[in-house]
Structure formats: C-alpha cells, structure tokens
C-alpha cells in the first residue's frame, strides 16, 4: 500500500497531478478540492493517497490532507 507519495509536482490538471520521486512520474487522480489547494505550489509537494485496484486498472487517487 502506498500512503503518501512526496516529490515534485511537475504537472497538475483539475483531474490529475504528477509527482515525480526518484526518478519517477506518478500519475495521481485528483478531487477539484485538492486541485484548489495544490494549484499554486512550485516544487515540492506531499499527497496521500489509496491505490484502487480493478480487473481491468490500478488506479492512484491522491488528497491533499489526511481527512
């Protein structure tokens, strides 16, 4: 399971980010309500997250906080 994934925010749209760490992009789907609380960070940036996994995906959902 993954928690949280911290890196740079290298992307963001209003449904997704991208983090990247280590090397790595991670594409994260994100609410409009994180969108609104990440949209104006430069660099580093911190999201928790919950790996759904499906048949036919695994999908990567990330928030802003904890809650």
């Avoid at 290298?10 to 990247?20: G, K």
């Avoid at 790595?24 to 790996?51: D, P, Q």
């Amino acid at each position: 399971m993954i928690t949280y994934i911290e890196g740079e925010l290298t992307q963001i749209e209003p449904t997704h980010a991208v983090l990247e760490t280590a090397g790595v992009g991670y594409l994260i789907r994100i609410s409009l309500n994180t969108y609104s609380a990440i949209k104006g960070v430069k660099g580093k940036c911190k999201l928790h997250t919950h790996l759904q996994i499906k048949e036919d995906a695994h999908i990567l959902f990330g928030f802003f906080d904890n809650s």
